[in-house]
């Protein structure tokens, strides 16, 4: 259904009961890719709302604000959302993509089961839990929050991914990222903007690289608008990037592309230039069977018995992503108690692979090797 321009800017007139009723009418999603800084290939979306302004509202987050106000926050985020799953469904190798989609916390111990709705919600549409990343928003105090952790935690077991969103310029990314086992920290564009030419806000970038990497947690540059910022991102060890200068939202999604070749060609000729760092990293590489995390925990027992010298593997989500590494130890009480396998078969229990993971530190080719050798340290010393 249309609506003309002259009804559209007198909608709110009708009432904010309404909100929900009237958003059907002219709110859109638009993607923005977020590509891999090294070699310009699209790793996934943001969505956008776009619309906002024809309901008489300034920003996104000032209709978010009203609905909340009127109670109709929920019913407002399951449109905007289920339509955002709707259209990825709909983009070349989604299953290869995740989409990034914004969480509302003043949700957080609302009415009904929201991550079971949202399983139920993919499964209908034939996408991996693993596909969305929930960005969490430092624009409220989520430690004021009971059950903000109890959800954190059902979201990371049910196989979705976690994202702090406007990281450093809100309440408490930090604490965030302290207490919560998150998969990405998207810098604000505040530090981004002009980084180029700023000592104070690359040292801030590249030590915020640093400690993210350490936790096992990639990091991606919002707002990258110009090609020197996007250069100084990449060189800084940011992992993702997503801004203008890459590409701008779209509502039109034959547009996007799985690659930008403005910026392949810049990584192509950092990764032409072998370091005597990334040699060395070469060659202490060791290939080892990988488990899913859907997989059942008893195929982890034979993994361990076939490879006896082996006291940990890597984990991968259902888009073959690394998620953590699974310990022996997490699992020896398992192992060795006398119905361990039992147990893990008994409903009631429902232990599953996810359960068991840990994060593990990022490092990549590029990675200097005091540094690799740093983060293999903390990796040592946080499973202790």
Known sequence: MSVAPAEILSLRRFGDDQIVTLAKLVIENAFQPIVEATTGAVFGYESLMRGFQRLGFASPLELLDKA????????LEHLINSRAVAAFATVPDF??????????????????DIVERLVNHLKRANIAPSSLCFELSERFDSGKMPDFSALVRQLRLAGFKLAIDDFGAGF?????????????????????GGIERDPRKRHLVRHTVNMAHVLGTRVIAEGVETEAEFLACRDLGCDLVQGYFIARPTTHLGELQPAYPHLESSGAARRSSATLDSILIRKQIEQLPA???SDELESVFDLFRLNPRQAFFPVLNANGEPRGILHEYHVKE????????DLLKNRIYQRRISHFVSPAPIADLDTPADMSQKLLLADEVASE
């Not at 408490?172 to 981004?192: A, W």
């Open 68 to 75: 909340e106000e009127v109670g109709q926050l929920l019913a």
């Open 95 to 112: 299953a290869t993509r995740t989409l990034f989609l914004n969480f509302d916390s003043r949700l957080v111990g609302g009415e009904g």
């Open 172 to 192: 408490n990314g930090l604490k965030l990222l302290c207490d919560q086992p998150v998969d990405y920290v998207k810098i604000d564009r505040h530090f981004i």
């Open 291 to 293: 488990v899913r995390e």
């Open 334 to 341: 398992m192992i060795y108690h006398p119905f361990g396998r």
